[in-house]
């Protein structure tokens, strides 16, 4: 008489995976500042204002950006995604152009 079967058939083997953490499918979002930089020409007041309407400042806030941007060469203005990036630098230099200033404002990755 043949001995009973088990009926899990007794297999107790594990399939292991690998000792390898899987990466999250995650994109550590990119950001960049947006830089002003200093000129000769440019007045500080326009600079201000610039701060203070495409870039959300306060006064206080536009006035110790424009004087660091004026002392230092550059100033960083603020620190976005790409696109909104994007955009502060295309209204900075449209508002610029439009007022025939020669303020150079650029982006740079962080
Ligand atoms: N240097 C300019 C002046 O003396 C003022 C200025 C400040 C211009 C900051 C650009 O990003 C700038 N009139």
Redesign the pocket.
């Given at each position: 008489m043949s001995s009973p079967r088990k009926r899990d058939g007794g297999d107790t083997s594990v399939i292991t995976r690998p000792a390898v953490k899987s990466k999250p499918m995650l994109e550590k979002p990119k950001l960049y500042k947006v830089l002003?930089?200093?000129?000769?020409?440019?007045?500080?007041e326009f600079?201000v204002l610039i701060l203070q309407q495409v870039f959300h400042k306060t006064e206080a806030e536009a006035v110790a950006i424009?004087l660091h941007?004026?002392t230092h060469d550059?100033?960083v203005a603020g620190i976005y995604s790409f696109e909104i990036a994007e955009t502060k630098v295309a209204e900075t230099m449209a508002l610029a152009d439009k007022a025939q200033f020669p303020?150079l404002c650029t982006m740079d990755p962080e």
């Amino acid at each position: 008489m043949s001995s009973p079967r088990k009926r899990d058939g007794g297999d107790t083997s594990v399939i292991t995976r690998p000792a390898v953490k899987s990466k999250p499918m995650l994109e550590k979002p990119k950001l960049y500042k947006v830089l002003l930089h200093n000129d000769n020409y440019t007045p500080m007041e326009f600079v201000v204002l610039i701060l203070q309407q495409v870039f959300h400042k306060t006064e206080a806030e536009a006035v110790a950006i424009m004087l660091h941007a004026h002392t230092h060469d550059y100033a960083v203005a603020g620190i976005y995604s790409f696109e909104i990036a994007e955009t502060k630098v295309a209204e900075t230099m449209a508002l610029a152009d439009k007022a025939q200033f020669p303020l150079l404002c650029t982006m740079d990755p962080e």
